[in-house]
Nanobody, 119 residues
Framework: QVQLVESGGGLVQVGGSLRLSCAAS????????MGWYRQAPGKQRELVAT???????NYADSVKGRFTISRDNAKNTVFLQMSVLKPEDAALYYC?????????????WGQGTQVTVSS
């Protein structure tokens, strides 16, 4: 079983920056897409950004131009650089990893890291 451990969350002022990291507990075979989702209180979990195995990225419209996702395949790690943070970015951020191995696909989620944006 793969465990994902997020870090880098915290309290930041409006307009500030944070960098989230998510590392797998062990080497992942068939590592495919990686990404970040978030969930604010009373709202559904939503996609923030994903990055494919080849580096193709996808962002929610609300974060385009402010957030950057990247990955280090050798370390099974995905990052989310967040800049110009807004109050509406405050949420619990979850790391996501998809694997495709031997014809089977699996999804893994981290426990979440809290991002709080103060005005």
């Amino acid at each position: 079983q793969v465990q994902l451990v997020e870090s880098g969350g915290g309290l930041v002022q409006v307009g500030g920056s944070l960098r989230l990291s998510c590392a797998a507990s062990r080497r992942i075979l068939g590592l495919n897409a990686m990404g970040w989702y978030r969930q604010a209180p009373g709202k559904q979990r939503e996609l923030v950004a994903t990055i494919g195995s080849g580096g193709t990225t996808n962002y929610a419209d609300s974060v385009k131009g402010r957030f950057t996702i990247s990955r280090d395949n050798a370390k099974n790690t995905v990052f989310l650089q967040m800049s110009v943070l807004k109050p509406e970015d405050a949420a619990l951020y979850y790391c996501y990893v998809q694997t495709v191995w031997m014809g089977s696909s699996s999804d893994y989620w981290g426990q979440g890291t809290q991002v709080t944006v103060s005005s």
